[in-house]
């Protein structure tokens, strides 16, 4: 299994353009999520979803938005990048809460740099 | 609102020493309680976990403490090792939903 993958691994964008932050498992996990880590922030959730076709927001969703068509995958749109989305994104997915809910599996992350 | 806090942004052991990371919360909600290491250029892992309802967990060198009066909890590492050398992450759910609320994180320097 490759677990969660994440492309790509580098991102340098101008204000205002668009782009498309891709993530897959392989282990059929219901629950994945985005999150951000920020200096002195931690991470924090972005958005997430717990099976295909439903999606919902998590603590900072502005300017995010996404999609949940498969199982399999769940990409990060940014619609018009601004320099605080500058940031490292994080996937990760999981079973839900109850089945081994502990063991959520983050991917390698993408460092994002908006100029 | 930090609702997750670790207030030492970082620490420094010697190797065979013991390493204690602390963490503190402010969300009597929160019932089940994770620590997650992260080296660099790499996502965090999984390291241990403790529901609410123990007030200790153990696997291997690592220990996590729960004080649910204090709100507070700590990953006690022994021995310390320069491989443990990461950032730590305490990360806490509520009951019903996948959702992490994580902490600033606390780096850990384990020296020779």
């Given at each position: 299994n490759?677990?969660?993958t994440q492309t790509p691994k580098f991102q340098v964008l101008k204000t205002g353009q668009s782009m498309t932050l891709q993530c897959a498992q392989d282990m059929n996990h219901e629950y994945m999520s985005w999150y951000r880590q920020d200096p002195g922030m931690g991470l924090r959730l972005i958005h997430y979803s717990v099976g295909a076709g439903i999606t919902d927001q998590g603590e900072v969703?502005?300017?995010y938005n996404v999609s949940r068509s498969t199982t399999e995958d769940f990409p990060l749109r940014l619609l018009s990048a601004a320099p605080s989305q500058t940031s490292v994104y994080f996937?990760?997915?999981?079973h839900p809460t109850g089945v081994a809910a502990d063991t959520q599996y983050f991917g390698p992350g993408t460092r994002l740099t908006v100029l | 609102d930090q609702q997750v806090k670790q207030n030492s942004p970082s620490l420094s052991v010697q190797?065979?020493?013991i390493s204690i990371?602390?963490?503190d919360y402010t969300n009597s909600m929160f019932d089940y309680f994770l620590w997650y290491?992260?080296?660099p250029a790499e996502g965090p892992t999984f390291l241990i976990s403790i529901s609410s309802i123990k007030d200790k967990n153990e696997d291997g060198r690592f220990t996590v403490f729960?004080?649910?009066s204090a709100k507070h909890l700590s990953l006690h590492?022994?021995?310390s090792q320069p491989g443990d050398s990461a950032v730590y992450f305490c990360a806490a759910y509520t009951g019903g939903g996948n959702k992490l609320t994580f902490g600033t994180g606390t780096q850990l320097k384990v020296e020779l």
């Open positions: 490759a677990g969660v969703p502005n300017g996937c990760a997915s999981s | 190797e065979g020493r990371l602390n963490c290491k992260k080296y729960l004080n649910k590492i022994v021995p």
